[in-house]
């Protein structure tokens, strides 16, 4: 393989040349302490790092950036961390969703206005893995994705315990009178046992994963929990290996290829992942100019079993994963739907970096003949109340509820929906559909995760814990239940959701992939003459910004200026 010359390297531009501006580059690098036998000469690698104090989940991302610098240094480069944004699931309000393209932006303007040779990307929490590798395939420098890794299983008095997962179950138990205050109390301080992200199969484990299956992490990176000792490695492995990845100008180009992507849909299938894949995937694919689109989830969905048996699908969690064999022993079971030869950050192909993978439990990742679904965790619906599609993650729902028709009973938005759902004169019954609308990219605003709509207090005392419910929102990766979400186009722009009133009745079907509004076509022409179009929530700044360029869940939720590579000039050095 060619290898660059140093006068190749990107950063010479701003470090090896005659000019007064390079001099002043050299000058304010020995401000920063270093001498030119540090730097010139060497890759310079960008850290970017989503580490914050309010992000629990990369809170130990301060500590393994060194690990990263220390395998940088050792292979001759030169590592500068470049803090962007975090995107903190736990505290940001209303959604990360909202920033999912703001921290993409930033990620692809650091790295194109810094003398950056290549990157390694350290995130892990939901949307940062999509923002982060998104921004880095638009800019096209050699990177690699560094995943923060899930954090530790929870504990309650002995039972062990999935994040999320166990709280919504939790959560409905204690609203139907069944969970003390001392149990509460036990389990807000025993589901979250250390750094890391959630630990069951949510969205997080889900991206980190199609990041490792699309061949932007080292073999194996996806499963290994934030504090083991193995984390530490790969992270220095990772800073090593981005620094050969400059010299062979190996690029998210190379590596993103339309054959990547089909090989991360099949892998988020065959893990039961979340219903958020489906959006990040189709943006991320985007970026590289690849036609994603919901039917190939659909049409993968079909021929792909579940065989990761974790929560919220099954039982177990991402340690008990990890210590299976991870995600190339899952991998070694479903070669046959996979595309072997296609080059990964290693260098190596696809096929070599799983060869020899092993499954050492059969309980958490089963064989083909034994699947926890014959058929992949994913549907898309389509139907006249979704032309656009709607998405099911029907694995994690009441199996009798995937055909089932029922009346509506409409939310306008999430202030809504909490004012009225426990209202006694609510006509509300198990077979009802609960309808929320308003919820979408534009009318949620950023389409927070509100889909798992909460079921009213009467009907979960009488034993209900799932009923169908509709919505333009999203839903945490860690939730289950018969939730039909990403309904497009949404309400806010007209989609129609915004049009169901009330008493319609609305049929479900799994099978058949409908979701239909049983109501004549005269009288829907009727009601969409008399529908308005809600009026922004956003007046300026970057809200109005999202507002006028967010793209429906179907083309994946970026910004309508940002899809593809490339377009935007390199920065002027002389």
Known sequence: MDRLAPEQLRSHRWYGTETVRSFNHRARTRQLGLSAEEHLGKPVIGIINTWNELN???????????????????????????????????????????????LAMETEEMLRSYPVDGAVLMGGCDKTTPALIMGATSMDL???????????????????????????????????????????????????????????????????????VLGMTLPGAAAIPAVASA??????????????????????????????????????????????????????????????TLDSFDAASRRVPVLADLRPSGTFLMEDFYLAGGLPAL??????????????????????????????DEKVIRRRDDPLSEEGGLAVLRGNLAPDGAVIKHVAADPRLLRHTGPAVV????????????????????????????AGPRGGPGMPEQGMLPLPDRLLKAGVRDMVRVSDARMSGTSYGACVLHVAPESHVGGPLALVRDGDLIT???????????????????????????????????????????????????????????????????
């Open 142 to 212: 050699p990177a690699i994705f560094v995943p923060c890794g899930p954090m530790l299983p929870g504990d309650l008095r002995g039972e062990v315990l999935g994040s999320g997962t166990d709280v919504w179950r939790y959560w409905a138990d204690r609203r139907a009178g069944l969970v003390p205050d001392s149990v509460m109390r036990d389990l807000e301080e025993g589901i979250a046992r250390s750094p890391g992200h959630c630990m069951t199969m949510g969205t997080a484990s889900t991206m980190t994963s199609a990041a490792e």
């Open 411 to 438: 939310f306008d938005g999430h202030r809504d929906l909490m004012r009225r759902i426990n209202d006694e004169s609510l006509p509300v019954t198990p077979d009802s559909v609960l309808v929320l609308r308003g």
């Open 56 to 102: 629990p989940c990369h809170i130990h991302l301060r500590e393994r950036a060194e690990d990263v610098k220390r395998g940088v240094w050792q292979a001759g480069g030169y590592p500068v961390e470049l803090p962007v944004i975090s995107l903190s699931e736990s505290f940001q309000k209303p959604t990360t969703m909202l920033y999912r393209n703001l």
């Open 508 to 574: 479900l079907d799994v099978e058949a992939r409908l979701l239909t509004l049983d109501v004549p076509e005269e009288e829907l022409a009727r009601r969409r003459a008399e529908w308005t179009a809600p009026e922004t929530v956003f007046r300026r700044g970057y809200g109005s910004l999202f507002d006028a360029h967010i793209l429906q869940a179907d083309q994946g939720c970026d910004f309508d200026f940002l899809t593809g590579s490339g377009g935007a000039p390199e920065p002027d050095t002389e």
């Open 231 to 292: 984390h530490v490695r790969m992270a220095a492995a990772s800073g090593r290996r981005v620094v050969e990845m400059t010299w062979e100008d190996l690029r998210p180009s190379r590596i993103l290829t339309a054959e990547a992507f089909a090989d991360a849909v099949t892998t988020v299938l065959a893990l039961g992942g979340s219903t958020n894949a489906v959006i990040h995937l189709i943006a991320m694919a985007r970026r590289r100019g690849v036609d994603l």
């Open 331 to 360: 991998l070694s079971r479903i070669t046959d739907l996979l595309h072997p030869d296609r080059v990964t950050v290693t260098g190596r192909t696809f096929g070599e970096g799983i060869a020899d993978a092993q499954v050492y």
